[in-house]
């Protein structure tokens, strides 16, 4: 009797567990060092271009601290591609090394 009723109960959980797993999500930030940029409106460049891009959710660009901020569905596009999106600006993506390279 007691198997009977903690089956259903194991299948739900299992069920809401894989649920919440596949419904997690895959918003992901990435800070890139970008070279070239002069002013504000280099900044407001890479902004515009970045926003429209596909999976961007917020973007962050700073002239001072010469980097963005990007905050993305890495379900939708790789850091990769934004490196290109800001490469296509006229600006350069530095790729970082990796500690202990």
């Keep these: 009797m007691q198997t009977r009723q903690i089956l259903p ?5 299992l069920v809401m567990t894989f649920g919440a797993v596949g419904s997690s999500a ?4 990435v800070t ?8 504000g409106n280099c900044a407001a ?10 999976g961007v959710e917020d973007v962050r660009v700073s002239f001072e601290k010469t980097e963005a901020w990007i905050k993305f ?3 939708k596009i790789t850091v990769a591609k ?3 999106v800001i490469n296509g600006t006229g600006f350069k993506a530095v790729e ?3 500690s202990g390279d």
Excluded: H, P, W, Y
């Design 9 to 13: 109960l194991l299948i739900l959980a």
């Design 26 to 29: 895959a918003t992901a930030t």
């Design 32 to 39: 890139i060092r970008v070279e070239g940029m002069r002013c």
């Design 45 to 54: 460049s890479i902004t515009k271009n970045l926003k429209v891009t596909a």
């Design 73 to 75: 569905d890495d379900q």
């Design 82 to 84: 934004l490196r290109e």
């Design 96 to 98: 970082e090394k990796a």
